[in-house]
């Protein structure tokens, strides 16, 4: 028998992030390593790391010190890995680094730390210059895509369907009904703030059926809900040559026996065509929720950002979904400070915060990123102006997401049901309230477990959150 082997998962960051973890996971398991709760001693510390912001940044490295201080050897993968590398590497010798490129071998590289061996880190590259996935690549069994840790579609050498976990090895490392499924890496956008295109690489789609055998696998696993994450949902299918593959593919993942909601995250405003509005709104099992990527509200800056849009577009975006569907969910998140950034421009913002009724919305200072545009444009907006900007909109955020959470009281509600308090008392979140990123429902009710959908009303709303209790007709455990 091979010698034990245990290694602990620590990830950091945002939903792609996890999914990347539980197919490194998956692997680990399947090539002999034992996988071990976080913080527990393991022979490995495996971190995926963040590498979004000066904040990710450093919660990465701090990460990785208190890894080491704990014994065992470290090893950093994850987006702060690759696009530093070599760099890491040499500033942080207590980790070891790997890429992207290392994750289709991760027992091999696993191994290598085990036994002594120093990894070579690779030197960053732009991924944007990867080129492109031919269709006879897409068709191969296991296919690794550098630079995204996914694979094309599954099917054997002589064309047989393979099972999901033989073609894709996904171990679920958190349990509970609720489970992110994405569906594209990389991103073609060109946002002159943004560094991810440069280390995630271009836009890859996956393969329609490929998603749907995974969301089957899922719910064959216990999860109830499937919250679909990339780094930009509506370009999903343009590689495929199919600008309405994701108006297709929700319908399809609604249709998975044992699912009961299917959600959406990142949507492009200037991509969200009416055709997805109407998926989005009128597809039972598809909830109305809108993670809207508006960034900011003013057209002039927008444009300095190469983005589209401004307020009034983005006001008739809002207006157009509520008419379908009233209580749908919307949420955002917002860059203030950039380059150049004017009062006037600023107070546009401000003025779309208080017209928009979202439900939650972050708030991020600017900060220069390595390789991008924006790193060079002049007028910087002084720290201290972006720092008084920053605080003055997170407290209108706070005011304005707790007028839109009293909007609700009085509403009725589908709540999924994720964690038993005690003495009658749950948590779970309504259909506008998304995993992690949201507010939460505090549910009062009986008999209930987790992973039941319970019809509720709405009686409190304590900030972004809402308290609700069970609806009589409902029945003791809920309605799937």
């Given at each position: ?10 990830t950091?960051?945002c ?10 996971a ?14 527990t001693e ?8 963040c ?11 701090n ?17 702060m890995a ?18 992207f490129?290392d ?5 091999d590289?696993?191994?290598d730390v ?14 944007r ?14 296919l690794h895509?550098p630079?995204?840790g ?18 894709i ?8 009904p ?13 946002c ?16 329609p ?9 899922l719910?064959?696993?216990g ?8 780094e ?19 319908p ?6 044992g ?42 800056l ?11 577009r983005?006001l008739e975006l809002?207006?157009t979904?509520r ?8 949420r955002s ?16 913002l ?6 928009a ?12 990123e ?11 907006v ?7 900007r ?6 209108l ?6 007028q ?12 999924l ?10 948590e ?6 998304a995993p992690e990123?949201?507010?939460s ?16 009303t ?12 069970q609806?009589?007709e ?7």
């Amino acid at each position: 028998m091979s010698p034990r082997r245990t290694v602990s998962l620590v990830t950091l960051g945002c939903a792609r992030n996890e999914v990347d973890s539980e197919e490194l996971a998956g692997r680990l398991s399947a090539g002999g390593w034992e996988l071990v709760d976080e913080g527990t001693e393991a022979d490995v510390t495996l971190v995926n790391t963040c590498g979004f912001i000066d904040a990710a940044k450093q919660d990465s490295i701090n990460t990785l010190l208190e890894a080491a201080e704990n014994g065992g050897r470290v090893v950093a993968a994850g987006c702060m890995a690759e696009r530093y590398g070599s760099e890491l590497a040499e500033a942080l010798p207590e980790a070891q680094v790997i890429g992207f490129d290392d994750y289709a071998a991760i027992t091999d590289r696993l191994d290598d730390v085990l036994e002594g061996r120093t990894l070579v880190p690779h030197d960053p590259r732009d991924r944007r210059t990867l080129l492109p996935i031919s269709p006879a690549e897409r068709g191969s069994a296991q296919l690794h895509i550098p630079g995204h840790g996914g694979f094309a579609d599954a099917a054997g050498a002589d064309g047989t369907e393979l099972p999901y976990r033989a073609a894709i090895p996904r171990r679920r490392l958190t349990g509970g009904p609720v489970a992110n499924l994405k569906i594209a890496s990389g991103c073609d956008r060109r946002c002159t703030f943004c560094a991810i295109p440069a280390f995630r690489g271009a836009y890859i789609s996956r393969r329609p059926d490929e998603i749907v055998r995974e969301a089957e696998w899922l719910a064959s696993e216990g999860v109830r809900e499937v919250f679909l994450v990339s780094e930009n949902s509506t370009s999903y299918g343009k590689d495929l040559g199919d600008v309405r593959a994701l108006e297709k593919l929700l319908p399809r993942l609604a249709g998975v026996e044992g699912l009961d909601r299917v959600r959406v995250s990142y949507l492009q405003p200037a991509e969200v065509r009416p055709g997805l509005v109407d998926v989005l709104t009128g597809t039972p099992g598809v909830v109305p929720y809108f993670d809207l990527s508006f960034q900011h509200a003013s057209g002039t800056l927008l444009r300095r950002m190469r983005r589209f849009g401004d307020r009034e577009r983005f006001l008739e975006l809002l207006d157009t979904v509520r008419s379908r569907v009233p209580e749908a969910g919307a949420r955002s998140n917002f860059i203030v400070g950039f380059p150049g950034e004017t009062e006037a421009e600023f107070e546009d913002l401000v003025a779309f915060l208080e017209a928009a009724r979202l439900d939650a919305i972050g708030v991020f200072g600017y900060s220069d990123e390595d390789g991008t545009e924006a790193r060079e444009h002049p007028n910087k907006v002084p720290e201290e102006v972006v720092a008084e900007r920053v605080d003055r909109l997170n407290r209108l955020s706070e005011e304005l997401m707790a007028q839109r959470a009293e909007e609700r009281v009085g509403e009725e509600v589908t709540v999924l049901v994720e964690t038993v308090l005690e003495d009658g008392a749950y948590e779970g979140r309504s259909e506008h309230q998304a995993p992690e990123v949201d507010g939460s429902t505090i549910l009062y009710g009986e008999g209930l477990a987790a992973g039941d959908l319970v019809r509720a009303t709405v009686v409190q709303a304590v900030g972004a959150d809402l308290v609700a209790e069970q609806d009589e007709e409902a029945g003791e455990a809920g309605d799937r």
